[in-house]
């Protein structure tokens, strides 16, 4: 059984992964901050959704992602589709430049982990993925 001094620590250790935030965030082009970045992540990872679903996901208030929204959508990066019910809500889609910098996003962070991580084995690699899939699945 664990002991709590090991959840402990574990609270500690999780409470420190924003330095690995902030190694993330120096990486991201000038045009393209930590929030527009999760805007084009999320509709990539999930597909179309509207605002408040993006704003669920994002976990921050409807004014901040009306900003984020904002701003992708002034660079041409997702568009927003009228939804096919009556109202005002829109459904956000990632747009062909959209995709092109979300690969330059992920080819960005792909290779700054491929950096940290560069002494680890291939077997640690792999663990910390099946620990993290499983932390995931956790708090999922």
Request: charged letters at 25%; a negative charge; aromatic letters at 4%.
């Amino acid at each position: 059984m664990v002991q709590r001094a090991q959840y402990e620590e574990l609270a500690r250790q999780l409470s420190d992964v924003d330095v690995v935030k902030r190694d993330i965030q120096r990486i991201l082009p000038s045009d393209c901050a930590a929030g527009p970045s999760a805007v084009l992540t999320l509709l990539g990872r999930h597909g179309d959704m509207c605002v408040s679903e993006l704003a669920e996901m994002l976990a921050v208030d409807m004014a901040v992602t009306s900003r984020h929204v904002a701003y992708v959508a002034a660079r041409g990066w997702i568009e927003r589709l009228p939804e096919s019910q009556a109202g005002p809500s829109r459904t956000l889609r990632l747009t062909p430049a959209g995709m092109c910098r979300l690969e330059d996003l992920s080819r960005r962070f792909t290779n700054l982990v491929a950096e940290r991580l560069s002494q680890w084995t291939d077997d640690e690699v792999g663990q910390l993925i099946s620990l993290m899939n499983r932390l995931h699945a956790s708090f999922g």
